[in-house]
């Protein structure tokens, strides 16, 4: 056993608990194959330590500590799929995986003649193609058709050196280079947001998927000069940090998310609400155009909890903000911002009568009976608009004017009603 190995496995096994606990919030499908990439390495480094064994135990070895290389590409690659789930990513990823490893196999067992290699490198083209072509259209994504682009080259490439002589050492760094090159192709084009996270993993794989052929290279063009192991192994863990930093940007997101959304509905709460509000007064003032605001109170509403328990309650808003949310276009906002308050942001070219519209359709929505644990209970919306500039000059005097023709609008109604 190789000692040299140790630190590696030291520093991998660190760096996989970090991973969990940072993972462990999120406990999405990305960050568990994630997980399972970096055991692979963890597998790797320990397999690796074995290769001064003699004869077949030291090929045995150098195959398995390849073929974890192999899979945690594979693994990186499968986690940034578009749909990680759908039977046609876990299909392509256990093709691919279960070819490339027969393949290392072949290549690092001594004594193994070339016509198998070959005929495995041209199952690297033939099986990709052949799940792309079975795939529904929907599925024929530019991603998988840069896989199965990468995967045809490969085979090609194999195919080649299988025709040079002593050139094994040359197939499996072209086929390790590809292989995290592809996840390099992968996180370009599903981590969508350029971040910090995303630079230092992007620069990482780009660097992991280069390591490999210039080993080569330096061993051909610099065969005296050592470099140090950790060199190459620095790449690696350079992933291993941005991947960290992707969770914890993730995170942040989140947070900030639940801090600026009702937790309920999943609209804009207040505090979200008054934010947009006040950016949309200063473009409306430079730009001289409207903005309304609409207050909205729930009608009839205090019934439900008080007859069906506050489990109902939060049903009915939930149906609620869905029905509202029809009404609304893309770059209003739509806020609660009480218990049976909503809010509604309109900045679109507006007027006194777009706004009024806008409010019939909120109270139409309401017609329909809405469900509160399997009862049908029918509620009502009183709604007051205030229009900038012309009813008023500050957010809080807009929201203030809002407020109170919304009540006086449900005054109104209560009257109504008892008169009737």
Known sequence: MSWRELPDLFSVGLLIYAFVA??????????????????????????????????A??????????????????????????????????????????VYTLYICLADWPGVPAPPRMVVATLLALVPLTIFYVLPSAQRTTTRLTTVVLDIALAVALLFCEMLPATLGVQTATMLCAAYLYCCIQCWFMLKARTGGFIVTFVGLLTWAAVFPMGLLTDLWLPKVEFDVEMWNLPKFLVAVGMIMLLLENQLKQNQHLADHDELTGLPNRRLFESRLGAALSRAQQKGVRVAVLAIDLDGFKSINDRFGHRAGDLALQDVAHRFAGCVQ??????????????LLLECPMNRDTAVSIAKCLQDSLMAPAKASGEQVQLGASIGIALFPEDAGTLDQLCSL?????????RDAQLLAQTA
Do not use: N
């Open 57 to 98: 135990w030291g090929a045995a070895a150098d195959a398995i500590g390849t073929a974890a290389l192999i899979w945690c590409a594979q693994l990186f690659c499968w986690s940034m799929d578009a749909e990680p789930r759908h039977w046609s990513s876990r299909l392509m990823f256990w093709s691919r995986a279960l």
């Open 402 to 410: 809002a407020d109170q023709r919304m009540y006086a609008a449900k």
């Open 330 to 343: 893309s770059g209003d906002t739509l806020a609660r911002t009480g218990g049976d308050e909503f809010s």
């Open 22 to 55: 940072v993972a462990r919030p999120a406990g999405s499908t990305m960050t568990r194959l994630w997980l399972r990439g970096w055991i692979c390495i963890e597998i790797h480094f320990a397999a690796y330590s074995f290769l001064a064994l003699p004869g």
